[in-house]
């Protein structure tokens, strides 16, 4: 990570808070002018074009996992040098605070913490409505069939659906942002959302990704690897305690990285989190009753204003004497 300048370093910071200042306060962009929907698009495009039908997938196939490799490094090619090119020409024309507002703006589609927090939410309070109710709540957050659901397993899908998403949607594009800038936040973004659409192992939609998908999953795997450590260190800040065996837990998982933020909020709120069939998170813990997703919120809430703080800190350390 290079020294940065004082004035640089102040800009940075100052960007890095106002665009909490800009999600808490405004959301979401639209979707025409989201930039994540427009990663969407390209990828879906892309990924309906090229993934084959189930019915005529290969056991094995190296050239569709080269072209699903190819197809990834043009898109985040392109993804990071509109970015880049941004970034420039706002340092280039912009004075500090101008530019720290224009930065704000330009980071703040790239992650999104008040949507989590308010659709996972959303699900308790549907979850309060009727099962179906929180059902049809909970699948505009997660990919999984949610028809068979009982109460505690949508309540332990939401729970888990905010501690993965918390490293995805806040903390990795973040980390990104202060290690390498707009630039580092948009790819991470990218990456993060072709694995979301073509990192699947088998059939989803008709279509096998298990080779084309390859390299995304793989892509998003590294770029995550450490932002997904550093949650869980923010999450026990955040509840002031350890969470004891986390590292255990986690490998429970078949993720490398999402059983991390996962196992810290299992063991954090003393509760269970399990995926049927696949794997089960503090097993021994109670089971997870309507405050603690309340909880598990607020816990977010404080991990993503700990985060702030730290990159703060962080900016300010490698900073040079102008």
């Given at each position: 990570?290079?020294a940065f300048?004082?004035?640089?370093?102040?800009?940075?910071?100052?960007?890095?808070?106002?665009?909490?200042?800009?999600d808490c306060?405004?959301g979401?962009?639209?979707?025409?002018?989201h930039?994540?929907?427009?990663?969407?698009?390209?990828?879906?495009?892309?990924?309906?074009?090229?993934?084959?039908?189930?019915?005529?997938?290969?056991?094995?196939?190296?050239?569709?996992?080269?072209?699903?490799?190819?197809?990834?490094?043009?898109?985040?090619?392109?993804?990071?040098?509109?970015?880049?090119?941004?970034?420039?020409?706002?340092?280039?024309?912009?004075?500090?605070?101008?530019?720290?507002?224009?930065?704000?703006?330009?980071?703040?589609?790239?992650?999104?913490w008040?949507?989590?927090?308010?659709?996972?939410?959303?699900?308790?309070?549907?979850?309060?409505?009727?099962?179906?109710?929180g059902?049809?709540?909970?699948?505009?957050?997660?990919?999984?069939d949610?028809?068979?659901?009982?109460?505690?397993?949508?309540?332990?899908?939401?729970?888990?659906?905010l501690?993965?998403?918390?490293?995805?949607?806040?903390?990795?594009?973040?980390?990104?942002?202060?290690?390498?800038?707009?630039?580092?936040?948009a790819?991470?973004?990218?990456?993060?959302?072709?694995?979301?659409?073509?990192?699947?192992?088998?059939?989803?939609?008709?279509?096998?990704?298990?080779?084309f998908?390859?390299?995304?999953?793989?892509?998003?795997?590294?770029?995550?690897?450490l932002?997904?450590r550093?949650?869980?260190?923010?999450?026990?800040?955040?509840?002031?305690?350890?969470?004891?065996?986390v590292?255990?837990?986690?490998?429970?998982?078949?993720?490398?990285?999402?059983?991390?933020?996962?196992?810290?909020?299992?063991?954090?709120?003393?509760?269970?989190?399990?995926?049927?069939?696949?794997?089960?998170?503090?097993?021994?813990?109670?089971?997870?009753?309507?405050?603690?997703?309340?909880?598990?919120?607020?816990?977010?809430?404080?991990?993503?204003?700990?985060?702030?703080v730290?990159?703060?800190?962080?900016?300010f350390?490698?900073?040079?004497?102008?």
């Amino acid at each position: 990570m290079p020294a940065f300048p004082l004035e640089h370093a102040l800009v940075v910071a100052a960007a890095l808070w106002l665009t909490l200042a800009i999600d808490c306060w405004l959301g979401e962009p639209a979707a025409r002018w989201h930039p994540v929907v427009w990663m969407g698009q390209y990828l879906g495009w892309i990924g309906s074009r090229i993934a084959p039908p189930a019915a005529k997938a290969k056991p094995r196939d190296l050239s569709l996992f080269l072209i699903g490799a190819l197809t990834w490094c043009v898109g985040a090619m392109c993804v990071g040098m509109v970015a880049a090119g941004v970034q420039a020409a706002m340092v280039q024309w912009l004075p500090a605070w101008a530019l720290a507002m224009a930065m704000a703006f330009a980071l703040k589609p790239l992650f999104a913490w008040r949507m989590l927090h308010d659709e996972v939410l959303a699900v308790e309070a549907a979850l309060g409505v009727s099962l179906d109710a929180g059902r049809a709540q909970l699948a505009r957050l997660v990919s999984r069939d949610v028809c068979a659901l009982s109460e505690r397993e949508v309540r332990e899908s939401a729970i888990e659906s905010l501690a993965e998403n918390l490293n995805d949607s806040l903390v990795a594009p973040l980390f990104w942002f202060v290690l390498l800038g707009l630039p580092g936040a948009a790819v991470y973004r990218f990456a993060n959302t072709a694995d979301a659409m073509w990192g699947y192992r088998g059939e989803r939609n008709g279509r096998d990704w298990t080779w084309f998908g390859k390299w995304a999953a793989r892509a998003d795997d590294v770029l995550s690897w450490l932002p997904a450590r550093l949650t869980v260190g923010l999450l026990a800040l955040a509840a002031w305690q350890w969470p004891a065996g986390v590292a255990r837990e986690a490998r429970r998982t078949p993720s490398p990285n999402s059983g991390w933020p996962m196992a810290a909020m299992a063991l954090l709120l003393g509760v269970r989190l399990a995926k049927p069939g696949v794997y089960a998170l503090n097993a021994e813990g109670r089971q997870a009753e309507a405050a603690d997703t309340h909880r598990a919120a607020q816990l977010g809430g404080r991990a993503a204003l700990t985060l702030a703080v730290c990159a703060s800190l962080a900016i300010f350390a490698i900073t040079r004497p102008a």
